[in-house]
């Protein structure tokens, strides 16, 4: 675990967007397990780089279930993995076990985001983290959206995922 701190403005969610491939960087070179990232718009998910916003990043017009599994949805898949048939059913399942793992099984799994609270919704993100293995996870300071209780889980979370390989920054 590395942690980054600075006033506010000094660039440290600009830092975690350009690794996280939302942003450019205008120099340089990212290194990451001896290679060189290439981090083009939008391809962190294939290098199983994930990050939890200060703001909780989703699509407030889809579900709880759905926003989950962008992007990594479950089910069958088809022309050598190239399409995907969703699961809905097996979706709506596993986000209910992690949501549950997180203490939050009362996020209704159907509703629409944008009907959430803001802490509700930082707990799908950070589920959302949960579903798939990641090799580096980018946290850029979610607690303003958590109580206490769901912060000290947080930090119980991120042992877990150090204890299974992953790097967090």
Do not use: C
Request: hydrophobic letters at 40%; glycine letters at 8%.
């Amino acid at each position: 675990v590395i942690g980054i701190a600075g006033r506010n403005g000094s660039g440290k969610s600009t830092l975690m967007n350009i690794l996280a491939g939302l942003e450019g960087a205008e120099g340089g070179e990212v290194i990451y397990q001896g290679k060189k990232l290439l981090l083009q718009r939008y391809q962190a998910a294939r290098e199983n780089i994930s990050v939890i916003h200060q703001s909780p990043q989703l699509a407030e017009q889809l579900d709880t279930t759905t926003n989950i599994f962008l992007g990594q949805e479950l089910g069958w898949r088809l022309f050598g993995g190239w399409l995907t048939i969703p699961n809905s059913r097996r979706m709506e399942e596993e986000a209910s076990h992690h949501l549950t793992r997180h203490d939050a099984p009362f996020i209704p799994l159907r509703e629409p985001i944008l009907k959430l609270s803001a802490e509700q919704k930082q707990l799908i993100a950070i589920a959302r983290v949960s579903v798939a293995p990641q090799s580096l996870i980018l946290i850029d300071d979610p607690n303003v959206h958590l109580s206490i209780p769901y912060r000290q889980k947080l930090l119980k979370l991120i042992r877990e995922w150090q204890a299974l390989g992953s790097n967090i920054l």
